[in-house]
């Protein structure tokens, strides 16, 4: 009995979790007219190609998911070394004022970024910035979460591995790529997830530092199409349904390093 009840909680959660990304695949296979009718069309219609013909002509879809993907790709790579160079040099390194200068960074955790946005706009507009792929990237190389989560996991690594290192020649850099790097490969890569999830679903700073239509990301470019009188949802659906797809893949293409991190983790004297 308790195996049954198990199986259906089971069942129940997959379903609520699986069921609305199933009705948002199908529903980008319909028509406008055919998304909320009733009974739910929980089968493939035969509209995607239409409605991804006019999704590209009315945002350019290639070139938006061309700016989502750069965006998103710099943003990321950009993000992961100034983390762990920076937890690092805050787990490794003596200076003064370390404790310091970590508690002022833990204490920007607290602070919602939406408070951040205009003194960051002033910032690339007194740069010239503004409009420009550079005003995405530049304020979102400097995570405290991430460099946070760094420094914690090089706190576990011993310093007699990396004395080890020097002692046989190799500088900072090198026991940095030959040493720490492998180490760190589960939490780098748990880290890209978390950081590319947030750079391809970013919304609010790419609405107020972009005007050109031909600059926008996919969040921006799919939010133009929720006009006042009507929307159509046949282009909504196949949107959303493409901006959820990088997602899928970047957890296929890591899943492997979680893997064998975690297992060379393990077996590592």
């Known amino acids: 009995m308790k195996g ?41 219609g035969d509209q995607l190609v239409a409605n991804t013909a006019k999704l590209e002509e009315s945002i350019g879809l290639v070139n938006v998911l061309g700016n989502t993907l750069f965006v998103a790709v710099v943003q990321t790579a950009g993000a992961i070394v100034v983390s762990l ?20 960074l833990l204490s920007t955790l607290v602070i919602p970024g939406g408070v951040t946005i205009i003194p960051i706009f002033e910032m690339m507009n007194d740069f010239g910035l503004i409009d420009s792929f550079p005003a995405l990237i530049l304020p979102s190389l400097s995570v405290p979460f991430g460099i946070f989560l760094m420094r ?5 690594i011993p310093d007699e591995l990396l004395d080890a290192a020097r002692v046989d020649g190799a500088g900072e850099l090198r026991v940095l790529w030959r040493v720490v790097i492998p180490v760190m490969r589960p939490v780098l890569a ?3 997830v978390f950081l590319f999830l947030g750079a391809w679903n970013d919304f609010l700073w790419p609405l107020i530092a972009l005007r050109t239509p031909e600059m926008y990301t996919l969040p ?8 006042l ?5 046949g282009q909504v659906m196949v949107g959303t349904a493409i901006s959820s797809l990088p997602m899928m893949v970047l957890f296929l293409v890591l899943q492997k390093q979680f893997i064998s991190g975690l297992l060379a983790g393990a077996t590592k004297g």
Request: hydrophobic share 60%.
């Open 4 to 44: 049954w009840a198990l199986t259906f909680v089971l069942a129940a959660v997959f379903g609520l979790c699986v069921g609305p990304f199933y009705w948002l695949a199908m529903a980008a296979t319909h028509a406008n007219s055919d998304i909320f009718s009733w009974p739910p069309r929980f089968y493939p």
């Open 85 to 104: 160079l920076a937890g690092y040099a805050f787990a490794k390194f003596q200076f003064v004022g370390r404790n310091a200068f970590f508690v002022l």
């Open 152 to 156: 914690q996991s090089l706190l576990a």
């Open 190 to 192: 748990a880290l890209a």
């Open 220 to 227: 921006v470019a799919l939010a133009t199409l929720q006009g």
């Open 229 to 233: 009188a009507r929307t159509d949802f």
